[in-house]
């Protein structure tokens, strides 16, 4: 089972950018498909963004479209999260996913 480790995030202006990571280890994602998604204070974990591991074909929830970028970097077996144009209801936890595998995730706090 590939073990996920997310890193990134942390406090960030509204309006600004900010880039998640996640490696994997122990394997590779193989023909995963990655996720992130997000949970904030008193709601329930949503679906962010997904990027098809061999084809990199990604797909975005509503919210995020036109904001947020997903790639991947095979050499170095990592999936990106670029966060851009950032609003206080983007303001959650973040979880990088792929098949049975969740990472700890990471906190992205947006200041108004």
């Known amino acids: 089972q590939v073990q996920l480790v997310e890193s990134g995030g942390g406090l960030v202006q509204a309006g600004g950018s900010t880039r998640l990571s996640c490696a994997a280890s122990g394997r590779t994602f193989g023909s995963s498909i990655v996720d992130w998604f997000r949970q904030a204070p008193g709601k329930e974990r949503e679906f962010v963004a997904s990027i098809t591991w061999n084809y990199g074909i990604p797909h975005y929830a509503d919210s995020v479209k036109d904001r947020f970028t997903i790639s991947r970097d095979a050499a170095k077996n990592t999936v990106y999260l670029q966060m851009n144009s950032l609003k206080f209801e983007d303001t959650a936890a973040y979880y990088c996913?792929?098949?049975?595998?969740w990472g700890q995730g990471t906190q992205v706090t947006v200041s108004s």
């Open positions: 996913h792929a098949g049975k595998s």
